[in-house]
């Protein structure tokens, strides 16, 4: 990784970004393994984090805001991953590019945090590398620096 930002805003209104070629290859990884986890089990827990209910006091109105807006909302997360992975090599993003690697990065890291069931709170702890978890965690503690950094850049736009 480059020392300082790895995002950032630059003086045209655009974002540099400065990520390593391993960086560039992991990031490459996630939106196939995304896609097939979006077109996995609608009961999976992990995909109902990415879809919360609507209406939690009216399971009819939360049905009809599922089946007019659950297609929109797929749509939108798969237009996300399309962006993410068409200029993953890119070393600067437009305003659009920037805003759907954020929406990529938050739904993986949401998709994980489920199911690592990571807390509310956020922290950085020390990783155990005999935990089988290890790797995954690891890969959740990148994309919420990564994430950040986004969010950084996107906040001076």
């Known amino acids: 990784m480059y020392a300082g930002r790895s995002i950032r805003r630059t003086r045209q209104g655009d974002f540099e970004v400065r990520l390593s070629d391993e960086e560039r290859e992991l990031l490459r990884s996630i939106p196939p393994q995304m896609r097939e986890a979006l077109a996995s089990d609608p009961g999976d827990p992990a995909l109902a984090r990415l879809y919360p209910t609507a209406y939690p006091d009216d399971a009819e109105r939360d049905a009809e805001y599922r089946r007019l ?13 399309d962006t993410l992975e068409a200029s993953i090599d890119a070393r600067r993003l437009d305003h659009e590019q920037a805003l759907a690697w954020t929406r990529a990065i938050n739904d993986v890291r949401l998709l994980l945090g489920t199911r690592l069931d990571v807390g509310e709170e956020p ?16 890969l959740y503690h990148y994309l919420s620096y990564l994430e950040e950094q986004l969010v950084e850049a996107l906040d001076f736009s």
């Open 69 to 81: 807006m659950g297609d929109e909302l797929s749509a939108g997360r798969l237009e996300a991953l």
């Open 123 to 138: 922290s950085t702890p020390d990783l155990d590398p005999d935990d089988p978890h290890a790797p995954v965690l690891a």
